[in-house]
T-cell receptor, first 112, second 121 residues
Framework: GQQVMQIPQYQHVQEGEDFTTYCNSS?????IQWYKQRPGGHPVFLIQ?????EVKKQKRLTFQFGEAKKNSSLHITATQTTDVGTYFC????????????FGRGTQLTVWP | GAVVSQHPSWVICKSGTSVKIECRSL??????MFWYRQFPKQSLMLMAT?????????EQGVEKDKFLINHASLTLSTLTVTSAHPEDSSFYIC?????????????????FGEGSWLTVV
């Protein structure tokens, strides 16, 4: 079964609207990573969060790691058509030498 | 939902031997599978893109003779690490792309296997 839950599975927004995807794990994660996959491409690493409550920003993207290190979110402000793609979260449970647990991904469509 | 099974989850092999990792799409057909490698505390590194019935496309810096990829059917791709050495120890993960073009998949929905941890001793 899926170890890391990610919602929503699909999101369709009008250009300029905000977008948020959420990840939740039943167990504490050592870290959380976010990936973006453009249509026809492969997942590309975006960022890694390690500390409890950590918040990082990349231009219009804001990443948060929950205080309990069980959940995370990616928020995009004022979406653009270039934001289209699937966003994956993934995390290690315990040792970072072990398995990386991925969410199913959120497929974002941005209408112009 | 779609499931990608990767086997084995953990493998330890002796230096100089070869090891095969399988990636299967259990309930869907995957014309394209991706193989990744991940070192501790680092992001996924795409090794190659595997298309059913054709030769894999390797990323720059990845030795195709060392990392043999076979995608003989729409549900199975294999990665064989030949003449493994300790520096090949890593976490290998595959993903499979759903073939369907029906909305909302648009032919781009992918699912990851759980990964295989290889230790070469």
């Amino acid at each position: 079964g899926q170890q890391v839950m990610q919602i929503p599975q699909y999101q369709h927004v009008q250009e300029g609207e905000d977008f948020t995807t959420y990840c939740n794990s039943s167990t504490t994660l050592s870290n959380i990573q976010w990936y973006k996959q453009r249509p026809g491409g492969h997942p590309v690493f975006l960022i890694q969060l390690v500390k409890s409550g950590e918040v990082k920003k990349q231009k219009r993207l804001t990443f948060q790691f929950g205080e309990a290190k069980k959940n995370s979110s990616l928020h995009i402000t004022a979406t653009q058509t270039t934001d289209v793609g699937t966003y994956f979260c993934a995390g290690h449970r315990g040792s970072t030498l072990g398995r990386l647990y991925f969410g199913r991904g959120t497929q974002l469509t941005v209408w112009p | 939902g779609a499931v990608v099974s990767q086997h084995p989850s953990w493998v330890i092999c002796k230096s100089g031997t070869s090891v095969k990792i399988e990636c299967r799409s259990l309930d869907f057909q995957a014309t394209t599978m991706f193989w990744y490698r991940q070192f501790p505390k680092q992001s996924l590194m795409l090794m190659a893109t595997s298309n059913e019935g054709s030769k894999a496309t390797y990323e720059q810096g990845v030795e195709k003779d060392k990392f043999l990829i076979n995608h003989a059917s729409l549900t199975l791709s294999t990665l064989t690490v030949t003449s493994a050495h300790p520096e090949d120890s890593s976490f290998y993960i595959c993903s499979a792309r759903v073939s369907s073009n029906s909305w909302p998949s648009s032919g781009n929905t992918i699912y990851f296997g759980e990964g295989s941890w290889l230790t070469v001793v």
